[in-house]
């Protein structure tokens, strides 16, 4: 059953298609942090973030089958939907990110704030850190490193050093906030230079693809001083940290003490429901309208408001940002108390948590970790790797992870590493 | 309410937020071609194609919540929903058009049909009409002219004039199809030698954003011919066209008699939700996929995948193309009984109608067309104007629009136009 929907996946949606796993699973049916495959096999969910309250949420499917069933338009007409949204969502932020564009997808949501920062500098430039993913349109897909574009990378973009835990810039966990600062200074002048011009820094203020590294309150500090000295535009990405994820704060870079001008949205923001948006101060908002114009047909619509507010409705009822915060500690204690020779690193917040494997010499060890990934799954624990070496376990459950479920991830994972030769 | 929701959406969601009509209309619910304000007073609509089997049909809705419930995950998983639903979309096309790429939204199904045309060729130039609108993403939003972006217009887009019902390229209509092949091969040049090298035409096979002109089946063979002989990729944008709306096919391309390598849909194939996707041959997908990789955390998942496949069962089920092309003959029969001096041309296809307006030799009125919009609306029938010059009435309902709805659409139609002056 499994091995010809494969075969018709491949003849039908291409080859190249990815999947999870040596052998994928097939998944059927999902509720809170469970999901189930075909042969009713029960799986523990510790890596999908999209839905975010819980899977098949009862608030958010009644949110959604009721508003689909009275209306579902697009924002030329007006509607409470997306003002009751927007005014909700804004009240999340301090600062003065009080404008709201609604939008599918976080993609199309980084579309939108590279486009922001070109508006308020009239410049193109653009900085991003070097192992980092912000999404798939021709624009965003640039600001990857992975693979390069036909036609070539495109000019406009600088890519910097990422911060690590392991390995730290400099050398030195405290001297790395100013290497940091220092490699977005040079890329500035290298736009400037080049006659590009600088428009904005682009990052996930959680440094979410590049391992989640431990950075102190204030790490970012100093390369806003520089941005800001060449007045550029600062966009967090929030698809990752966002809503909660890091149980000390709503927003990753609160938690960091970052202050943006834009910050973009996605995943978890509907769980699953596509939906996505771009916060940013008035005067940003405003230059991008003016300079780009913009509408989207689907952004903003009311089904996809009633699925957004129903996951703030669930967030805040069941009080699933301090559970973060509170089931997330116990679950990296839980981890701490593992011991292998290959963990180089255990971290994280909330409920985005790693263990990094290295070998001697902290050779980052990506196979072992794809042993160990397999073998979750072969107990039924969901998870997977990321980082620069895709040497670090990726747990990012949906928010009503519990204790107990941080017990079974925790001791599902010391039983592995206990089979596996250092 | 309305002027204070239209304040508190001003302040939320930015300035230059379009609306439509001087008076923007308050929707709050819908149900097949209808719509009613926040007034209770009821619209027939006559504009709207997202919602392309009815507003809130039954069945879609009914799709979409007995999935919401159940499971929505991702395509890193395997599921039967994206496999069965490309299996039965790709069942619609005739050619080697048998792999799909699902998406979101169809900014982001043309965003990658600009990478395919890329991948094939190794190429970046793409060719498009001079007054179209392929999406909102920073790639596709350059193919439109209708705003210089920051850092100037993409050096590897030329734009062609796009042909005409009421002033056909080169001045007659039967020399159009060259006229605008010709436009073509010397756009092809200009980019060879200029170093970008061409990679792909895209276009609406309808030309609806340019007026939809009335073409003969055959009329782009010229055209194919240049851009075989060139090697280029030919992408068609059913965005608007598709999924039977014109009636007598499925496609648009088909009923210009187009064989693309690539299609690309997104509108009307959810009913609302946003779902979107690019169909081609295999070797095209594949070259895509090879080229740049790419992963839609909301593409293809379940919910988007039964919303589709439903609006695919009402289609068949209500005939409803078959009703687009009957009902779309009885409605511009009825608006060629109508007479004005104003009127310059009565057109369409199916369920998608166009009256043009111009005045003494033939010179566009805008205005009027504006006001003949505004008054409809007064009457409770809502639709738009588009073309070239905004002097063409946008007719493109909810594919179930009866001949009773076609009556009330020509009668206040006449009524309006009686009591305008030329």
Redesign the interface.
């Known amino acids: 059953m ?1 091995e010809s ?2 075969q ?2 491949a ?10 796993y040596a052998d ?7 509720q809170g942090v469970w ?1 189930w495959d075909a042969e009713g096999r029960k799986y523990l969910d510790c890596y ?1 973030n ?2 975010h309250v819980g ?2 949420h ?1 608030k ?2 009644e949110a ?2 009721a508003q ?13 939907g ?2 009751d949204y ?2 909700r969502l ?1 009240g999340k932020f301090s600062g003065e990110l ?5 939008v ?5 949501a980084n ?1 939108i704030a ?2 922001m920062g ?2 308020v500098t ?3 430039g653009v900085i991003a850190t070097d192992n980092t993913y912000h999404g ?6 640039q600001l990857s490193s ?2 390069p ?3 070539g990378y495109a000019p ?1 973009v600088r890519r910097v050093p990422s911060p690590d835990s392991v390995r730290p810039l400099g050398g030195s966990m405290e001297g790395q906030a100013e290497v940091f600062a220092g490699h977005v200074a040079r890329a500035i002048d290298e736009l400037e230079e080049a006659g590009i011009g600088f428009a904005s820094l682009i990052l996930c203020p959680f440094f979410a693809n590049e391992g989640f590294p431990d950075l102190p309150h204030g790490f970012l500090d100093p390369t806003v001083e520089v941005v800001r000295r060449a007045g550029g535009v600062i966009i967090a990405d929030e698809v990752q940290p966002g809503f909660g994820r890091t149980g000390s704060h709503w927003w990753g870079h609160e938690r960091i003490g970052l202050a943006p001008d834009v910050v973009t949205l ?2 978890p923001m509907g ?5 996505a948006a771009v916060v940013a101060k ?1 005067e940003v ?2 230059a ?11 952004g ?2 009311p ?2 408001c009633a699925a957004a507010m129903a996951v703030l409705d669930v967030l805040e009822e069941e009080e699933l940002v301090a559970n973060a915060e509170e089931v997330g500690a116990y679950a990296l204690g839980r981890m701490r108390e593992i011991h292998h020779p290959m963990i180089a690193d255990v971290r994280g917040a909330g409920l985005f948590l790693g263990m990094e494997f290295a070998g001697e010499g902290l050779e980052p060890a990506p196979e072992f970790t794809a042993q160990v990934v397999e073998a979750m799954k072969a107990r039924g624990i969901l998870l997977n790797r990321l980082g620069r070496h895709y040497n670090c376990l990726k747990i990012r459950p949906p928010m009503p992870f519990s204790r107990e479920n941080a017990d079974q991830m925790a001791d599902t994972l010391a039983e592995v590493l206990d089979g596996m030769p250092a």
Request: with cysteine; glycine share 10%.
């Open positions: 499994s929907l494969l018709r996946r003849r039908l949606l291409g080859p190249n298609m990815p999947t999870f994928p699973v097939h998944i059927v049916r999902g999901l999908n999209v839905p899977h098949c009862p958010v499917v959604i089958c689909a069933g009275v209306l579902n338009t697009h924002t030329r007409y007006l509607h409470e997306i003002v927007a005014d804004v009080e404008t709201v564009i609604m599918c997808t976080g993609s199309e579309d590279l486009r070109q508006a009239g410049k193109t798939n349109t021709t624009a965003v897909s992975k693979k574009p036909i036609g406009n996605g995943k769980n699953g429901h596509p939906v008035p908002t405003a991008f309208r003016e300079a780009f114009g913009y509408f989207n047909t689907f903003g619509n089904v996809s």
